[in-house]
């Protein structure tokens, strides 16, 4: 971990909704009472999820009846083979896909089946999203791949009207992940655990009240992984992001506080 992430808090950079959660349950410094006694919120809950695709004439399950809740301030991870269905379950979250039946609620209202410029606005504002292959654009620097989210969501004036303040919180937010002496290299300038750091910086921009990781150390060594998976716990003990992780790695899945199991289209507790 480097240094900048032990100094630099995210208490300074994106006070909204983070400060509001941690107003309201404590934080490891805080007030152990009021987080034990405060019952935490269902923020995203599943119900009888199911999901097929179609090759053909071929129908292939994939989602069986997935039934879910995820709690405010969690760290979960969803662990399953390749090929369970997790990065399915991951984009029917995140609204990226719809499910074929069954319902998904995000703070008790349904989002499933939101027409899909509701669904763009919803993901923009309150999901934050990591992927095994980074997804940065190759022809943006480090900062200009940060602040992406902003430029789609803000709109042309509002943007150039905020840049200033939106740079200096996207260059806070590279120090927070240690790139603060990356942000003018090109993707292909950095290194696998440099660009899925930029990744996280970019997801968190828009203060989102929850973050979808998928695979997020899929294809890092073990070390460089290992540093990707402090940066996640850091967020989720001291800023109390809510993170939903999948993996196919067990030891990757056993970082998080609850670890369920997908295998023939259903989840299953194990912690
Ligand atoms: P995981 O992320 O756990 O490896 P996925 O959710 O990517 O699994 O895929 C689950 C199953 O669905 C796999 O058998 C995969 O081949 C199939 N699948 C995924 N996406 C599609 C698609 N767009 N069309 C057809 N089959 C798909
Ligand atoms: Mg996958």
New binding site residues.
């Given amino acids: 971990m480097s240094s900048s992430m032990e100094s630099v808090s995210l208490q300074n950079i994106a006070p909204g909704q983070h400060a509001a959660v941690r107003k309201a349950h404590g934080d490891m410094s805080g007030n152990w009472k009021t987080h034990l006694t405060t019952p935490r919120a269902t923020l995203l809950e599943t119900s009888h999820l199911k999901k097929s695709?179609h090759?053909g004439q071929v129908e292939?399950q994939?989602l069986n009846d997935v039934n879910l809740q995820i709690k405010e301030n969690d760290w979960t991870s969803i662990v399953?083979?390749?090929?369970?269905?997790?990065?399915?379950?991951l984009h029917l979250l995140g609204t990226l896909d719809a499910p074929d039946q069954g319902a998904i609620h995000f703070e008790g209202n349904r989002i499933d089946d939101l027409p899909s410029r509701s669904r763009d606005i919803l993901r923009n504002r309150h999901f934050g999203m990591i992927f095994q292959f980074y997804h940065l654009l190759p022809e943006l620097n480090t900062l200009e791949n940060v602040l992406t989210p902003l430029m789609i969501s803000s709109g042309v004036l509002s943007y150039w009207l905020q840049k200033r303040h939106y740079t200096d919180r996207a260059k806070a937010l590279l120090e927070h992940v240690g790139l603060g002496h990356r942000m003018k290299h090109l993707p292909r300038e950095l290194s696998g655990g440099e660009m899925q750091r930029a990744a996280i910086a970019r997801s968190l921009i828009a203060e989102p009240r929850v973050l979808l990781a998928d695979e997020p150390t899929g294809n890092l060594d073990r070390k460089t992984g290992d540093d990707i998976l402090e940066i996640l716990r850091t967020l989720n003990r001291r800023e109390n992001l809510t993170i939903v992780m999948?993996t196919?790695d067990d030891a990757v899945a056993g970082q998080a506080d609850r670890i369920v199991r997908?295998a023939e289209g259903r989840v299953q507790e194990i912690t």
């Fill in positions: 695709y090759r292939i994939v399953g083979q390749s090929g369970s269905g997790k990065s399915t379950l999948v196919h997908l």
